[in-house]
């Protein structure tokens, strides 16, 4: 069965440190693949996905990720965070033509001021 | 432009009432989807519906959970007899068919007392 698996649950940096959250999938075939990110108390925001192209994908807000098939992984990362980054970070696979997205458990993130 | 609109936003249920959630497509998008975030988990796919057909109800519980997209109106995703383990926030999403531009709403939290 698919699956996502996002490394770090909790994660806590001061502002202006680089950030980096791992996200590997588990599906043989071709897959498009999501970053979201929720707000507290708000809805999922898209930051940025991947269908095909560059595997370099930069989203908004400063953030980018790095598609590695090889590696099945699919990395959020942003030279220097804000406080205002304080969110939960999900990633997200889908079967390219398929409907069923997959989350992983999200990781959440809070920056120090 | 209205995204996908959710309401209530917080709904609070005793145990063994109904809880009724509604989601509002973006205008033109046919698909709806809805997800479950139970808490410190992802999002987990519960059930794709079309304008008055169910796709794919492969996540949601045997028991008790329903959903609906009549041809006019919201869809709604109806949970009879509700349990604290219902507590969540479900979240709904719409697609157009080809389900390029896949847009969540806001979510409703659900607390059972």
């Known amino acids: 069965a698919q699956s996502v698996s996002q490394h770090n649950h909790h994660v806590i940096l001061s502002e202006a440190a680089s950030l980096e959250l791992g996200c590997n999938y588990s599906y043989g075939g071709t897959v498009n693949l999501f970053w979201y990110v929720q707000y507290p108390g708000q809805h999922l925001q898209l930051l940025l996905k991947?269908?095909?192209?560059?595997?370099l994908v930069k989203g908004i807000k400063g953030f980018e990720a790095e598609f590695i098939k090889s590696k099945f992984s699919f990395n959020l990362r942003k030279p220097s965070v804000q406080w205002s980054d304080t969110a939960e970070y999900f990633c997200?696979?889908?079967?390219?033509?398929?409907?069923?997205?997959?989350f992983g458990a999200g990781t959440r993130l809070f920056v120090k001021a | 432009n209205a995204g996908v609109m959710q309401n209530p936003r917080h709904l609070v249920r005793r145990r063994g009432q109904e809880a009724r959630l509604r989601c509002s497509p973006v205008?033109?998008?046919?698909?709806v989807y809805w997800y479950r975030q139970l808490p410190e988990e992802g999002l987990k796919f519960m059930v794709y519906l079309q304008k008055e057909n169910i796709i794919d109800e492969s996540g949601m519980p045997k028991e008790r959970f329903s959903a609906e997209f009549p041809k006019e109106g919201p869809s709604i995703l109806r949970i009879q007899q509700v349990v604290r383990g219902d507590s969540a926030a479900y979240f709904c999403a719409s697609s157009p068919p080809d389900r390029s531009l896949y847009t969540f709403g806001s979510g409703t939290r659900l607390t059972v007392v």
């Open positions: 997200a696979v889908v079967n390219t033509g398929g409907f069923k997205t997959i």
């Open positions: 991947y269908f095909s192209g560059d595997p």
């Open positions: 205008k033109g998008h046919s698909h």
